[in-house]
């Protein structure tokens, strides 16, 4: 059974970094196209940015240029580098893989930015 988790959540302020990992386990890592989604209160998961199997990425226009998604296949993990980040990043992160068409997700993780 495919297994993920997250880690690196927590408070920062505006314009500060964070870096999210995501450990998963149960499958070949390499294989899977990886991605991350956030979710606050009343409103749709979605989609913040996806890496393939190949390295290929892709981001939400709203995290261009601030935010990288990136993969260490002998480590098993994918991380979101998230810089200049603001107030409206906030959300509950979460970790997502995807094999045709099964997914699997991760716990989340809260991400907090307030001054």
């Known amino acids: 059974q495919v297994q993920l988790v997250e880690s690196g959540g927590g408070l920062v302020q505006p314009g500060g970094s964070l870096r999210l990992s995501c450990a998963v386990s149960g499958s070949i890592f390499s294989i899977y196209a990886m991605g991350w989604y956030r979710q606050v209160p009343g409103k749709q998961r979605e989609l913040v940015a996806s890496?393939?199997?190949?390295?290929?990425?892709n981001y939400a226009d709203s995290v261009k240029g601030r935010f990288t998604i990136s993969r260490d296949n002998a480590k098993n993990t994918v991380y979101l580098q998230m810089n200049s980040l603001k107030p409206e990043d906030t959300a509950v992160y979460y970790c997502?893989?995807?094999?045709?068409?099964?997914?699997?997700w991760g716990q989340g993780t809260q991400v907090t930015v307030s001054s």
């Open positions: 997502n893989a995807r094999l045709g068409d099964a997914g699997y």
């Open positions: 890496i393939t199997s190949g390295g290929s990425t």
